[in-house]
């Protein structure tokens, strides 16, 4: 059974940092891109960060230079540093698992990041 399990979200004031983290099991992790998707209230999830099996990253524009994912390959996790929050990134992130060229996807439960002006 595949499981993506988040953690590390919550309420912080802009300018705070969070980090969050995702412990994926039932699949073999490093065959797989990894990434954190965001959704907010009332508009579609977007893509944040990702990170392939040989560490190439990928950021969204709107959190490049504020925003860190790395990947832990022998602990199965992939971590998502945020600094610099604004109440923008308030969200749900949700951790993502691709395998390229296989078309097999799995996501996380989500975990709440809020940012209070």
């Known amino acids: 059974q595949v499981q993506l399990v988040e953690s590390g979200g919550g309420l912080v004031q802009a300018g705070g940092s969070l980090r969050l983290s995702c412990v994926a099991s039932g699949i073999r992790f490093g065959l797989y891109n990894m990434g954190w998707y965001r959704q907010a209230p009332g508009k579609e999830r977007e893509l944040v960060a990702s990170i392939t099996p040989g560490g190439s990253t990928h950021y969204a524009d709107s959190v490049k230079g504020r925003f860190t994912i790395s990947r832990d390959n022998a602990k199965n996790t992939v971590y998502l540093g945020m600094n610099s929050l604004e109440p923008e990134d308030t969200a749900v992130y949700y951790c993502?698992?691709?395998?390229?060229?296989?078309?097999?996807?799995?996501w996380g439960q989500g975990t709440q990041v809020t940012v209070s002006s």
């Open positions: 993502h698992a691709y395998r390229v060229g296989y078309q097999i996807y799995y």
